[in-house]
């Protein structure tokens, strides 16, 4: 049963470690450039995860690629259109502005802009109403302001 128990202790941890990345760079600059590429470059399996920061198997393999375009002296430029041209710009984390991403870079405030304007129309409807209500009052007399009172009173009761 010990035998048991240690063998189970010492695969475990085994088990639970992460194969980890490591690259050898001739420069510390050219270890940043790496960092920097991997960081803005999107995983294309988890869309929201860089890189960096993926553990899936192509993200691992991007990784490979950018570390031997980086070996190979190509500059970030070309890496990035590589990515670009292979993945499309969702690679990309600042899409470049052009007809295919208007919609993503101008939506938002498309959108805020129509939100004002329906409460503006909203709100200006609500004025209205309140003052229609107001004029009704003062147009009817005592007597019928009181049985529309009384009618709107037995309403609510209900």
């Known amino acids: 049963m010990r035998v048991l128990i240690?063998?189970?202790l010492l695969i475990f941890p085994l088990l639970s470690s992460a194969a980890i990345d490591t690259y050898e760079f001739e420069d510390e600059a050219?270890?940043?450039r790496f960092r920097q590429l991997t960081f803005e470059l999107r995983c294309p399996k988890?869309?929201?995860q860089n890189l960096q920061d993926s553990n899936s198997p192509i993200a691992?393999?991007?990784r490979n690629e950018v570390?031997?375009?980086l070996r190979?002296?190509?500059?970030n430029d070309e890496i990035i259109d590589f990515m670009v041209a292979r993945y499309g710009d969702?690679?990309?984390y600042r899409p470049p502005v052009n007809q295919m991403t208007y919609l993503l870079w101008y939506g938002p405030f498309g959108l805020l802009i129509i939100g004002l304007i329906v409460m503006w129309l909203i709100s200006g409807k609500r004025k209205r109403?309140?003052?229609d209500e107001e004029n009704l009052e003062q147009r009817l007399s005592d007597e019928e302001s009181q049985r529309l009172k009384d009618i709107l009173d037995d309403g609510n009761n209900k």
């Not at 190979?72 to 500059?75: M, Q």
Request: net charge neutral; glycine share 8%; charged share 30%.
């Open 72 to 75: 190979e002296g190509n500059g």
């Open 30 to 32: 050219t270890r940043e």
């Open 60 to 62: 691992s393999d991007l």
């Open 46 to 48: 988890c869309q929201n």
């Open 67 to 69: 570390y031997r375009m």
């Open 6 to 8: 240690a063998s189970l």
């Open 129 to 131: 109403k309140d003052r």
């Open 90 to 92: 969702f690679v990309l």
